[in-house]
């Protein structure tokens, strides 16, 4: 009787060994599979066998292991990571939703909560809307002025037209917060149209050529083909709020007033400058909070998203977006036009619908599950549910 009661319990020991290093094996392949590299173009909610990061993320889920869980904060808090996957993943955490999964998910909001756009990186951008792709930002340019050093021109549609920003080098691959400068595409074609398309207009990278920046006693200048300027007057910020008079004007944010909005944050530091802080945010502008930082706070895109004005998802502020959120009262032509509604559907579920839009180029909506999980609305779903 001994003898079957010891072979019973190393059977049943074996059996737990095996379903452990089978279980490690998943997660490790999952690891694997979320370090690979996502098409251009794929979208993670899209179904079929030919999906592997889905696949990954749902063992993930399956698992919900501390080991699952480390896998999914790697992929997270990797800023580097491609923007589809870390939403994702971020999802995965919230259907999870161990102490250990819903931790993750509040120390993500907050390494990007306030975060200030202080540094800047060339290379892939990734658009706020999935179904839009990645741009892929190089400069148009690079001088080395007589000091050594080394400053790069660039066209970028982060606010409203296509406009030319200049920034320096601050290391191997960083350079400085980029300048907005005082120009027009006319100044380069004069003898031609080009108020039709403006908003989608940009200007050949040769017509900017030659280019240089020079070091004087009051500053820097700069020359790019035709055009030139002084980036100290670009920099002029006559209230001091570390937002230049040139981006206030293309904002609508006053250059004459530090706290355009008056809830006591600069405008240069404000994620919303033009939304007052609104104290205390209640259920569902929490549930709308959960859906923005989800769906945004993984792009490092930079460009404006409009909220229409006179909506309830109008009147909150929204942080750890890496641009700006600002209310309109009219759709932006060529611009991320963002709707968000919530239907409650009990004390811990709900239901969120988003719409995000670039006028004229393209539109998708989403249908959008969100749950209450040891105190705090997490999204658990996100279902394409149009795109055009």
């Not at 794929?42 to 993930?60: I, R």
């Not at 997270?76 to 993750?104: H, T």
């Amino acid at each position: 009787m001994i003898k079957w009661r010891s072979l019973i319990m190393l059977s049943v020991i074996l059996g737990y060994v095996f379903v452990y290093h089978s279980l490690v094996g998943i997660v490790a392949a999952a690891r694997r599979q979320l370090n690979e590299e996502l098409p251009p173009h794929h979208m993670l909610f899209v179904g079929g066998v030919d999906n592997p990061w889905k696949e990954a993320l749902e063992n993930l889920v399956r698992i919900g292991s501390d080991d699952a869980v480390r896998v999914l904060r790697d992929v997270v808090m990797d800023n580097d990571k491609d923007k589809r996957i870390r939403a994702r993943s971020i999802v995965a955490l919230g259907r999870i939703g161990s102490d250990d999964a819903i931790e993750v998910i509040e120390e993500f909001e907050r390494s990007v909560k306030r975060r200030v756009f202080s540094e800047f990186r060339f290379g892939r951008f990734y658009s706020p809307a999935e179904n839009y792709g990645t741009i892929d930002y190089r400069p148009d340019a690079t001088a080395v002025d007589q000091n050594g050093k080394f400053w790069a021109i660039f066209q970028w549609r982060r606010y409203e037209e296509t406009q030319l920003w200049i920034c320096s080098k601050t290391g191997t691959d960083t350079w400085t917060r980029p300048v907005l400068l005082d120009w027009s595409l006319s100044g380069l074609y004069p003898d031609t149209d080009v108020s039709s398309p403006i908003l989608a207009a940009k200007a050949n990278s040769r017509d900017l050529l030659p280019f240089s920046v020079t070091a004087t006693p009051h500053g820097y200048t700069w020359r790019a083909g035709r055009l030139s300027g002084s980036i100290s007057d670009a920099l002029l910020d006559s209230d001091n709020d570390a937002l230049p008079d040139l981006e206030e004007k293309s904002l609508g944010t006053d250059p004459s007033n530090a706290d355009s909005d008056g809830d006591g944050t600069l405008d240069g530091k404000d994620p919303c400058p033009l939304t007052p802080r609104t104290g205390t945010l209640d259920r569902e502008a929490r549930i709308r909070q959960a859906v923005f930082t989800t769906m945004f706070a993984t792009s490092n895109s930079g460009e404006v998203i409009y909220v229409r004005e006179g909506e309830p998802a109008a009147d909150q502020e929204y942080y750890g977006y890496s641009g700006l959120v600002l209310p309109t009262a009219e759709f932006r032509y060529y611009h991320h036009n963002m709707r968000i509604s919530v239907g409650l559907i009990s004390e811990s579920e709900a239901i969120a619908y988003l719409g995000l839009s670039q006028a004229g180029l393209s539109a998708c909506s989403y249908s959008v599950g969100v749950e209450k999980k040891h105190g705090k609305w997490v999204v658990v779903e996100i279902v394409l549910t149009a795109q055009a």
